[in-house]
C-alpha cells in the first residue's frame, strides 16, 4: 500500500510533454472537484453532487487516448472528470454545476448529467447501472457505422461503479455485448464502496471479471491509483478492442477520498461505512501524489513548476466559477424546448 | 392502392423505410430466423442481413438500451417488444433515459428511436400479458405515443415514427393485425402526427376512440344510427401529439361525448380526454363526458370474465344512450 | 400525543409494527449499517438485527422479487426504494407480480407487502430522480396507494398499510421530512384506507390534493380567505381506495373543484379527480374542474425552470379564481 | 445420443414402487400434455399453453423428494407437469385450462397461472425470468422462519428455462441468493431453446454453471433424460442445502418434444430453428421410453403392467377432460373478486 510513486511499465514510450498533461489533468478534476462543495454550501449547485476525488487517474489514463469524438465515452453521475477529460471547457462544466444557459447541457441537466456530443462524450446518466445498456447500443452503432456505412473501427468506453455490478440491466447488456462481439470498454470504477456499503456487502462472489467473463467478455484487473498503469493497460486493451471489435473489461480498483455525495460529506457519515485509518491509507496513493512525485524524481518537473501549473489550474477553476456566475439562468420560456427535438 | 393486412402494412412500413435510410434497423425477440413471433417480421431478414434484422435474447433492458444508445450515436432503430406487456421490464431505459435525454442534454442530443409491437387484449392470454399501458407512456413527456386503427394508418404513421427525431412508443393491436384495408403504395406516405380522423360524421355525440376502440365506436354508431342517433367517431391515432381541437370541435357540434378505450378506466387516458373536454367545453356539453373502458381487474384468463373484462360496442351504445337522457 | 417530525412518524410505525408483529421485516438500500439515505430507518438495525434489518445490494429487481416472494410466503416485508424513481427498475415484478398474484390465483394466495421511500420534487434532483408516478401504480389494479401530508397521517396509514393483505404502494416525499406534528402515541393508532380528511371547511370552492399538494392547498386557501373566498381542502390520504364520496359531497356544496398535485399533469391523477367528479357532479358545477399539476416537461435542473415546472400556491390561487369567474 | 435405458446410480438404493410411481408420473404428465392441443383446437383452451413432453424427468425426479407443503415449488408457464408432481389433482389442472370455476386458481389464471398453495407450489409465471426474484424472497422467508420464528429447514425449488438465464432480475436474484445464502434449488431446464433461439444464439457465453457461480451460487450440468441421474443428483443437493442452508444450481440438459406452444406446434414453424432429425434423435432418449425399458429389463414391470398403467393414466386425464367440462365456468359477478385480499 505504501508505494508512493508509480511504477513505470518498461516498455512505455510516453513522451515528458504527455506525462506533464496527464498531471496536469488530474490536478484539474482534483481542484475543479475540491470548489463545489463550497458552491454547494452557498446554495449555488443544487441536487446531487459526487466528486472524483481519488479516482483521476481512471480517467486521465484513458480519455487522452481516444479518437474523439469518434470513439464515445458514457459514465455515470460522479462524471467531472469524464467532461473535463473529453475536453469540455471548465467553463462550461462549472455553468453546468450552476444551472446557467451556458452549461454543457443549457442547465437542464446539472451535475448528474454533464454531456458534450461534439467531444464524443455522450454523457453521465443517474441511474446505476444505467450507461451499461446505452453502451450496447452505441457500441451497436459503432460496429454498424464500420460495416454499413464506412465507418472506421471506433470504440466506446462506458464507465460504470462496483455497485452497479449488481443491476440486472448490466448483466442483460454484458452478455448482448458478448454475444454480438461489440468494440467496447467497460471500465469498472471500484473505489470499493456503492454508498456507505462495500463490495464485500453487497456480492455473493466478489470476482468481478469472472462476472464478466461469464457473459463472454474477456477482461482483467489493474491498479487505478497508477495512471501509468492505467495508461499502458489502456493502450493496450484500446488497441485490442479496435483490431478484433471485441469488448473488454477493465476492474481499476481505486478509492474515493471524500464521501460518496454532498449528503455524505463528512467524516461522520463516513464511520458507518469506514474509518478515517483506511481513507488516510489509500490518500497515501494518491494518483497525482505519485505521478507528481514520479515527475519529480525524473527531474521533469521541479517544484517551481508544480506549483506553477497548480496556479494556473487554480485560475482556470476560479475563471469557471466566475463564468458561471456571470452567465444568466437559462430563460423561462425555455421549459417547455427540448422536450422534443 | 392495394389491399392488405394491418400486419401487412407494418411490415410494409418498416421494408420501405429500411430501403429508404440505411441507418434504419431494427432488433428484438424472434424477429430475424423465426421470422417474427406475429411473422410482421417475416422475410425481412433474409431480405436486410444479420445487421439490419438483429435477433436479440429475451433481455428486454438490454434491447431498450440497445436501441436507444444507438439512436443516441445516430442510427435510427426500431426495436419490437414481443408484447408490450415485457417493455414494463426496460421501463427505466425508456422513461428514465430514452424519453428524457434529449431533454436533460439541452437538446445537444437526439434520439431517433421507435419502440413498437403488438399490445392490446382478448384472446384469454391472462393477467400478465393483457395490458397495454398507454397511459403511463402518454403521462411520461418525451414520448410521442401512436396507436393505429386501421392498415393504412398502420403504415403511415410507422413511416412517420421512423422519421421522427424523437422516440416514439408504437403500439400495434394484436387482434387487429388480421384486419384488411387499402394502403397506399406510394413509399412517401406519411401519416402526420396529431391529426385525428373523423371516421364517421354525425351530430348527435362525439366518440372519441384510437386502436381497437375505433372499431367498437364504429360498430356502436352503425346500430345507433338505425335508432336515428348520429354519432360521429374520431380515431385519434397519435395520443401524443394529441389533436384535441378536432375533438373539441366536434364535441361543441354534439354536445355530448364518450370516450372508449380498452386499457383500464382508472386513471386511463380516457381520464384526460374527459378532464380536457370538459375544461374546455364545459359549457358546451349536455352531459357529462362518459368513459367506456376495461374493468379495473388484472385480466382473468376464463373467457365469460374476460368477456366481460372488455368493453364491446353494447357498452359504448349504452354510454351514448346515457348522454342522451 | 408526541411531537415528531414526518420522517421520524414512519420510523415509529416501523418500529411498533415490527415490535407487534415477528413477521414484519425490512428490505432496502443502505437502510441499515448506514442508517438510511434520509435516516427514516436510524437506529433499526440495532435494535432488530441484520434478519429484519435487511440492506442490499443495488438491485430494485431483486429488492421487488424479494419483499413479493416473502409475502406470498407468509412474511410481511416493507421495501424501501431509495427514492420512487428507482422502482421503474422493477415494474415488472412490482406490476406483472406484486398486483396481480392474488387476482391470478383466484385468492388463493395472498401479499401483504409494502413498498415504501421517498417520491416528489423541489431539490434539482432533477430529471431522472423527480418523479412519483403515483397515477402509473394508481391505474394498476391490485395496489393500494397511500401518500400522507402529514405525520400523523404517516405514522398511522403505514401500520394500516403493514396490516393490510395487500400490496401497498407507500409514497412518502423528500420534501416533507422536516415536517413537524402531532402524532398519537398509540400503538393501535390506524388511520383507515380510503377516508379522505377535510383539512379546512369552506364553501366557495373545493380543493383536493395529498401529499405535499395539500400543504399548497391550504397555503393558497389562507391567502383566499384573507379575500373572502373560503375554500374547503381535501386530502385524500389514499388515492386507491379512492374516497371520492367526501370529494362529492363538497363540490356539491361549493359547486367549484380545484385539483393539485405535484405530478405531471397529462394523464396525471388530477385528470381521474376531474373525469370523475364531471361525471358524478356535473350539474352541481358551477364551473368545469380546474387542474393544476406539474409541468409536463422531464424536470430540469435550473434552479429558475425546476421552479417553474412545480406548481405553487399562487397557481392554485389563480385556478380558484378562475372557477369563480 | 443412443442410450435408450436409464443407468441406475451405483449407490442409489430406490424401492422398486418409488420406480413404478416414477414412471406413472411421467406418463400422467405426458399423457395430459397430449390431450391439450385438441382441446386448444376445439376451443376450449385458450391463450398461450406451453407442453412439456420430454421434459418430464425434471419433475417427477425431484419433487417427489420434497416435504411439500414447507418446502415450495415455483416454475415457468410450461407449467402442467409441476402441478401434478405437487399432487394438484388433474380434475383441477384441467378445470384450469378450460377456465372453471373448480380450476386450481378458480378459473382466472388460465394455462401459465396454475397454483396450489395448500400443496407448496406457489405456481408457474407467464414472465420469462419472473419466477427467479421470487424465489429469493421465498428463501428468504423460509431461512427467517427457521432463524426467528422456530420453522424447519426447508427449501425453495425454483424452475425456470436457459432463455431466462438472460433475464437481468435473474442475475440480480442469483447475486442477492448468493450473499444471503438461501436454501433454494434453481433448476435451469435447458431444453436447448427459448421459443425459435438456440442457446448458441443467446448467450455470450454458454456455461450457464459459470454465471450461477459467479455470483456465488455452486452448481453442476446433469442429463435431466434420465428420471434416476435427476432423481440422485436431486437427493445429493436437497440434502447439501437443508444442511448447509445454501442455494445450488442444477443445470439440467433436456429437450422439448413438441413446438414452445400453441403457436409453434407444427413442424412446419420448426423449421426455422430445428430438424425433425434432431427433434427424433432426441426422442430416443425420452425420459419415459428410457424408465420403461429399465424396468421392464429388470423385470420390474412387463408390457402387459405397463399397459395397465398407461390405461389407468388415460382414464385419469380422460375423466378430468370430463370433470372440467363439467364444471361451470366462474359467476360472472366473481370479475371483482380477489383484485384484493
Ligand atoms: C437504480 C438506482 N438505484 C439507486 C440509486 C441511488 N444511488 C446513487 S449512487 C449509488 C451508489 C453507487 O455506487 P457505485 O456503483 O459503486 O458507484 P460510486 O458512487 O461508488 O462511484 C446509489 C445507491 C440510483 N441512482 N440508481
Ligand atoms: C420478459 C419476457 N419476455 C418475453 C416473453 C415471451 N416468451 C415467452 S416464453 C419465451 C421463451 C422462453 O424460453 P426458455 O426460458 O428457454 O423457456 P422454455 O420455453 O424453453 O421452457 C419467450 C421469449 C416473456 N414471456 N417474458
Ligand atoms: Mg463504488
Ligand atoms: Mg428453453
Known amino acids: ?38 458552491l454547494f454550501r452557498d446554495a449555488k449547485i443544487g441536487g446531487y453532487l459526487h466528486r472524483y476525488d481519488g479516482q483521476e487517474a481512471l480517467v486521465a489514463g484513458v480519455i487522452p487516448l481516444l479518437q474523439l469524438p469518434h470513439d464515445k465515452v458514457l459514465c455515470t453521475y460522479r462524471d ?13 462544466v462549472m455553468a453546468e454545476l450552476l444551472g446557467r444557459a451556458t452549461g454543457c447541457a443549457g442547465g437542464k441537466g446539472g451535475s448528474m448529467h454533464l454531456i458534450d456530443p461534439p467531444r464524443g462524450f455522450l454523457g453521465g446518466d443517474g441511474i446505476v447501472g444505467g450507461p451499461v445498456p446505452i453502451a450496447l447500443g452505441v457500441g451497436y452503432a459503432l460496429k454498424y ?93 484500446i488497441d485490442r478492442i479496435r483490431e478484433t471489435g471485441e469488448a473488454y473489461f477493465l476492474e481499476m480498483e481505486c478509492y474515493r477520498f471524500v464521501g460518496h455525495g454532498i449528503g455524505d460529506d463528512n467524516t461522520k457519515s463516513w ?45 482556470e477553476v476560479a475563471d469557471a466559477i466566475a463564468f458561471a456566475e456571470a452567465s444568466p439562468e437559462p430563460p423561462l420560456d425555455s421549459l417547455y424546448e427540448n422536450v422534443f427535438s | 392502392m392495394a389491399t392488405m393486412r394491418y400486419q401487412q402494412a407494418v411490415r410494409l412500413a418498416l421494408t420501405e423505410e429500411m430501403e429508404r435510410d440505411p441507418t434504419v434497423f431494427l432488433c428484438g425477440e424472434e424477429i430475424g430466423q423465426y421470422q417474427g413471433t406475429y411473422r410482421v417480421t417475416e422475410g425481412l431478414l433474409d431480405r436486410f442481413g444479420p445487421m439490419r434484422v438483429v435477433d436479440t435474447p429475451i433481455s428486454e433492458i438490454g434491447i431498450a438500451g440497445m436501441a436507444t444508445g444507438a439512436a ?58 393483457s395490458q397495454s399501458l398507454e397511459s403511463w407512456y402518454a403521462h411520461t413527456p418525451g414520448f410521442k405515443v401512436v396507436m393505429p386503427a386501421f392498415p393504412a394508418d398502420a403504415k403511415g404513421l410507422l413511416k412517420t415514427a421512423i422519421r421522427d427525431p424523437n422516440p ?53 354508431a352503425e346500430a345507433l344510427a338505425r335508432d336515428g342517433i348520429e354519432c360521429e367517431v374520431i380515431d385519434l391515432r397519435t395520443l401524443v401529439p394529441l389533436d384535441i381541437e378536432t375533438v373539441l370541435q366536434s364535441v361543441r357540434k354534439t354536445h ?14 380516457g381520464a384526460e380526454l374527459s378532464a380536457r373536454i370538459h375544461e374546455h367545453a364545459f359549457y358546451d356539453l349536455d352531459a357529462p363526458v362518459e368513459r367506456v373502458a376495461g374493468a379495473d381487474v388484472p385480466m382473468p384468463y376464463a373467457k365469460n370474465l374476460e368477456r366481460a373484462a372488455i368493453p364491446n360496442d353494447n357498452d359504448v351504445i349504452a354510454a351514448v344512450k346515457r348522454t342522451l337522457s
Request: aromatic residues 8%; glycine residues 10%.
Open chain 1, 145 to 237: 457505422r464500420a460495416r454499413m456505412l464506412g465507418g472506421g473501427n471506433h470504440i466506446c468506453v462506458c464507465y460504470f461503479g462496483d455497485g452497479a455490478m449488481n443491476q440486472g440491466g448490466v448483466h442483460e447488456a454484458f452478455n448482448m455485448v458478448g454475444l454480438y462481439k461489440l468494440p467496447i470498454l467497460f471500465i469498472l470504477e471500484n473505489n470499493q464502496y456503492a454508498m456507505g456499503t462495500s463490495v464485500a456487502r453487497s456480492t455473493g462472489q466478489p470476482d468481478f471479471v469472472l462476472k464478466a467473463k461469464a457473459h463472454g467478455i474477456d477482461g482483467e484487473k489493474i491498479d487505478g491509483m497508477n495512471v501509468l498503469t492505467v495508461r499502458d493497460a489502456a493502450q493496450r486493451v
Open chain 2, 168 to 220: 416514439v412508443v408504437f403500439m400495434e393491436h394484436a387482434g387487429l393485425y388480421g384486419l384488411q384495408g387499402d394502403v397506399p403504395d406510394d413509399p412517401e406516405f406519411l401519416v402526420p402526427f396529431g391529426v385525428a380522423a373523423i371516421r364517421r360524421e354525425g351530430t348527435d355525440a362525439t366518440l372519441i376512440s384510437y386502436s381497437r376502440g375505433v372499431h367498437l365506436c364504429l360498430k356502436a
Open chain 1, 80 to 92: 467531472h472528470g469524464h467532461a473535463l477529460a473529453c475536453g469540455t471547457p471548465a467553463r462550461e
Open chain 2, 72 to 129: 443516441m450515436a445516430g442510427l435510427r432503430p426500431v426495436a419490437e417488444f414481443m408484447t408490450w406487456s415485457f417493455a414494463l421490464e426496460a421501463m427505466d431505459q425508456l422513461v428514465n433515459h430514452a424519453a428524457k435525454i434529449t431533454y436533460m442534454s439541452g437538446g445537444r442530443i437526439q434520439c431517433p428511436v421507435v419502440f413498437r409491437g403488438p399490445a392490446g387484449v382478448g384472446t384469454q392470454l391472462s393477467a400478465q400479458h
Open chain 2, 256 to 269: 355530448r361525448a364518450v370516450v372508449v378505450h380498452e386499457e383500464w378506466k382508472n386513471v386511463g387516458f
Open chain 1, 1 to 38: 500500500m505504501a508505494k508512493t510513486t508509480v511504477e513505470r511499465p518498461a516498455e512505455d514510450h510516453i513522451q515528458q510533454n504527455e506525462l506533464i498533461d496527464l498531471y496536469r489533468l488530474m490536478l484539474r478534476i482534483r481542484r475543479l472537484e475540491e470548489s463545489v462543495y463550497r
Open chain 1, 271 to 315: 464511520t458507518t461505512y469506514r474509518t478515517e485509518a483506511e481513507v488516510n491509507e489509500w490518500r497515501k496513493r494518491d494518483p497525482i501524489l505519485q505521478l507528481g512525485n514520479y515527475l519529480q524524481d525524473r527531474g521533469i518537473l521541479d517544484t517551481t513548476q508544480m506549483d506553477a501549473i497548480d496556479a494556473e489550474v487554480r485560475q
